[in-house]
């Protein structure tokens, strides 16, 4: 069973870096054709999907987002991670880390449980 943990501050202040980690247990991030997926959802809103790292490595990111964006990870620890900055009220959202599979790498099949992220001053 593969289980996935986020962590992170709670609150950020406006201008700042967001960064939260997803543990993952009962899966490594190098299994081949598995992807380690961020989305948020913001108050009232969709979910929006951010980007992902592949199994390989290989990194994608939204284009609204991704000159704000990093995704990383350790694979020592089994822990890959989001850096979001300049931060506004607009970032305010549940962050969730997933796992995906499939040609589309949008076939998301665990998840963590989520992590409330408050952009205020």
């Known amino acids: 069973q593969v289980q996935l943990q986020e962590s992170g501050p709670g609150l950020v202040k406006p201008s700042q870096t967001l960064s939260l980690t997803c543990t993952v247990s009962?899966?490594?991030?190098?299994?081949?054709?598995?992807?380690w997926s961020w989305i948020r959802q913001p108050p009232g809103k969709g979910l929006e999907w951010i980007g992902d790292i592949a199994y390989s490595g290989s990194r994608y990111v939204i284009p609204s987002l991704r000159s704000r964006t990093s995704i990383s990870r350790d694979t020592a620890n089994n822990q890959f991670s989001l850096q979001l900055s300049s931060v506004t009220p607009e970032d305010t959202a549940v962050y969730y880390c997933?796992?995906?599979?499939?040609?589309?790498?949008?076939?998301?099949?665990?998840w963590g449980r989520g992590t409330q992220v408050t952009v205020s001053s």
């Open positions: 997933a796992r995906g599979y499939g040609t589309s790498r949008l076939e998301l099949d665990y």
């Open positions: 009962g899966g490594s991030l190098t299994t081949n054709f598995y992807y």
